[in-house]
């Protein structure tokens, strides 16, 4: 019975992870029927529609702190919202936005390198843009 309750165990946890882990299915950075758009690292444009929201999944590179300061270079366009239920793994910046009117503006975030405490860093940043086309 310990057996079956552990296998059954391993099961659930996998199916909850399977998103994370590359295993399911990659969200669709296009409009869809529903009013929300995903967009990951991978993903560098995006189209909404007004009213929808954009909801930016960032996962940090190994060696890179979190992807920090994600803004819209015009929030008249793209407003950053906050939403109070959304939890992020060790390693994974959530953002989340509001498409207000048609426009194109660009999403960006930075990262800089991990560095333990008074050792050489190397002096660099990453950049991420997403370019984000909102229609009406």
């Known amino acids: 019975?310990?057996?079956v309750l552990l296998a059954a165990t391993?099961?659930?946890?996998?199916?909850?992870?399977g998103s994370y882990l590359g295993l399911g299915s990659n969200p669709s950075p296009s409009p869809s029927a529903g009013a929300e758009v995903t967009a990951t690292e991978q993903v560098h444009t995006a189209t909404l529609r007004v009213g929808q929201r954009l909801?930016?999944?960032?996962?940090?590179s190994n060696g890179m702190?979190?992807?920090t300061n994600v803004k819209s270079s015009d929030p008249t366009?793209?407003?950053p919202v906050v939403d109070t239920r959304a939890t992020a793994p060790?390693?994974?910046t959530l953002a989340a936005f509001q498409a207000l009117r048609a426009g194109t503006v660009t999403v960006t975030a930075t990262a800089a390198p991990k560095c333990p405490p008074n050792a050489a860093c190397p002096m660099f940043v990453a950049l991420y843009t997403l370019k984000v086309t909102v229609t009406r």
């Not at 391993?10 to 992870?17: H, P, Q, T, Y």
């Open 1 to 3: 019975m310990r057996k």
């Open 10 to 17: 391993i099961c659930v946890l996998l199916a909850g992870c």
């Open 55 to 60: 909801e930016l999944v960032l996962h940090s």
């Open 65 to 67: 702190s979190n992807w």
């Open 77 to 79: 366009v793209l407003a």
């Open 90 to 92: 060790v390693g994974v």
